[in-house]
């Protein structure tokens, strides 16, 4: 990687945080983070745990790009955002709206390992009842199902009016032949793991398995790549965060900002899944700014991640420094 920036200058400002959530989602109830600032700003590293250095290392440049460089001009200055459901019982949907001040639209969490279609089917219903007939609901089912599982939940979903179904199945190959199966329903396919995970991002367009993609800012290595894939994709983007802190949401923010078009509610608004955040980014009348954040100094002192913790997340932007300077 060119203008890449000496370690010592990250860890001169890093913070790592861990940041309580309301509800557990992607199986975490502590969202940790590691954060620096740049000559332009803080920015955010915040890959998961669980993946390898190569893969987080991305996430390291698009921080690094962050706090290192301008951001493109924005082209708005409100982003509309969608409320997040996790795969929560159906009871408990209404207090999981209630956070999302304004919101027209919910994406819900589908295919939850342990859990069957009635859960979603219930679910997704609690949903509409809280929403109304106006209310968008899109459903995210994060590669859960196979062809013909997919094809029965969506089927079983449509009465409930679905704007769309983000990676239903995990293989560009199969949301193909899904998309193709279900076009009668007029329920759009997104994909986000096919794109953010894939090697050729822009393969799911050339394939004709997606409908619209969704991009993060942090995966795919900053806000010009991200936009880069988008251009050559030549489909509709939603913008969504990696559930990030308040740093990393301004920059998705900032992303969405930047698109020629933005025809669909940005999935930015997960701020209010945290009990607790370094600055205050949770929607207000339905959407979120593009601004830069700063993080409140008490917060990241109040957050501040244990001694254990703090040494595994340098450990780790040790290792994806050295794996962007190979690069």
């Known amino acids: 990687m060119t203008d890449l920036p000496a370690l010592a200058e990250l860890l001169e400002t890093a913070r790592v945080v861990a940041l309580p959530m309301h509800t557990r989602f992607r199986g975490v109830d502590v969202r940790e983070a590691l954060l620096f600032e740049g000559p332009e700003g803080w920015a955010e590293f915040s890959p998961f745990p669980e993946y390898g250095d190569e893969e987080a290392a991305t996430w390291l440049e698009a921080a690094i790009a962050d706090a290192w460089h301008p951001r493109p001009a924005a082209l708005r200055d409100r982003i509309p955002v969608n409320a997040t459901v996790p795969a929560v019982p159906a009871e408990r949907v209404p207090a999981v709206l209630a956070r999302f001040d304004g919101c027209r639209t919910a994406k819900v969490k589908v295919a939850e390992a342990g859990q069957t279609l009635a859960d979603d089917i219930a679910r997704v219903r609690a949903v509409r009842a809280e929403m109304g007939p106006e209310g968008r609901i899109r459903i995210d ?75 993060k800012a942090q995966p795919l290595g900053g806000i010009r790549r991200a936009l880069g894939i988008v251009a050559e994709a030549g489909l509709p983007a939603v913008v969504s965060s990696a559930l990030d802190t308040a740093v990393g949401l301004s920059l998705g923010a900032a992303l969405a900002a930047a698109l020629p078009t933005l025809e669909f509610d940005c999935g930015l608004g997960t701020a209010s899944l945290f009990a607790d955040d370094v600055a205050d980014a949770r929607p207000h009348a339905g959407s979120v700014s593009p601004a830069r954040v700063i993080p409140d100094p008490a917060a990241l002192t109040r957050l501040q991640a244990d001694a254990d913790r703090r040494a595994w997340w340098i450990a780790r932007l040790t290792r994806c420094h050295a794996t962007l300077a190979q690069r």
């Open 141 to 215: 089912a994060n590669a859960g199902w196979n062809v013909d599982e997919a094809e029965r939940a969506i089927h079983a979903l449509a009465p409930f009016d679905l704007e769309y179904a983000e990676q239903p199945c995990a293989s560009v190959a199969e949301l193909a032949e899904l998309r193709d199966r279900i076009r009668y329903l007029d329920i759009l396919i997104a994909a986000d793991e096919s794109v953010r995970k894939a090697t050729d991002p822009v393969e799911v367009a050339r394939a004709g398995a997606a409908d619209l993609l969704v991009i």
